[in-house]
Structure formats: C-alpha cells, structure tokens
C-alpha cells in the first residue's frame, strides 16, 4: 500500500491529525467525568472529517482519475504486449 501513495495528500494529514486531537481529547476528559469536554472532543473529532472533506474538495486531496481503485484491468495492458 505504501506504494501507491495512498492518503499521502494535505487533506488526509490535515483532517487525520485533527480527529487525532478530537480523539485524545474526548479520552482525557471522559477519563476525567467531565461529559462536557467529552462532547467537545466529539466535536473537534467530527471538525476534522469536515476540514479533511472540504480539503478535498478544493483541490488538495488525491484526484480521483489517478487513484489506483479507478485504473481497471480493461484500462491497462496486458503484460508483455507493446503498442
């Protein structure tokens, strides 16, 4: 997987290190009790699937014609054979 440069965009570090916060946040305080600051790192946890999305949606992310899910077999050709 490392090859195929999967998730290596400013979109995907940016929004995976927020909901990393948002994560260690909620745990903090729901070891703490305090409910409140376990909503509010919920909430930092779903901010960062917003920023990552809209991220993405910018331009900042992998596009999709060269995401490898998206190169079928029928698109490719066969081994050994030359154009």
Do not use: N
Not at 20 to 29: D, E, L, N
Request: proline share 6%; charged share 5%.
């Amino acid at each position: 997987m490392a090859g195929s440069s999967h998730g290596h965009t400013p979109a995907a570090w940016t929004g995976v290190t927020i909901i990393f916060i948002g994560f260690c946040v909620a745990g903090a305080f729901m070891v703490l009790a305090q409910p409140a600051g376990f909503w509010a790192g919920m909430a930092i946890t779903v901010l960062g699937g917003v920023v990552g999305w809209i991220m993405s949606a910018m331009g900042l992310g992998m596009p999709k014609q060269t995401h490898p899910v998206h190169d079928s077999a029928e698109q490719r050709e066969p081994a050994g054979v030359e154009s």
